[in-house]
């Protein structure tokens, strides 16, 4: 069974015990989350399709880790100007593992 999950304003497609990445959510970590925002469920038995959301429907996981990505480098360059900046940022996240998804 798996199901499409709208989470800090993304869309996940997660089975159970998968692990994803998400935008920063101020949990610690071991801590139970449970996602209500189910779009899609889809299984053997057939697909539910949501208008925005299915009925009834949610997703539980645990939080595994807290942390920073790899660095994104931002440059912008101008041609013949002498224009030349390079930012870069490392996004927050954290990573959780779907206990179970209902629906």
């Given amino acids: 069974m798996y199901a499409i999950v709208e989470i800090a304003g993304k869309q996940f497609r997660v089975e159970k015990d998968m692990s994803i990445k998400v935008p920063l959510m101020k949990k610690n970590v071991g801590d139970k989350v449970e996602f209500d925002r189910v779009l899609l469920v889809g299984g053997d038995k057939g697909t539910k ?3 925005p959301l299915v009925e009834g ?8 880790e ?4 790899k660095k994104i480098l931002v440059f ?24 179970k998804v209902s629906g």
């Fill in 57 to 64: 429907a949610k997703v539980k996981a645990k939080v595994i």
């Fill in 49 to 51: 399709i949501g208008r």
């Fill in 66 to 69: 807290n942390g920073r990505d």
């Fill in 76 to 99: 912008k360059k101008k041609r013949r100007k002498g224009y030349r900046v390079l930012n870069g940022h490392r996004q927050h996240f954290t990573k959780i593992q779907i206990e």
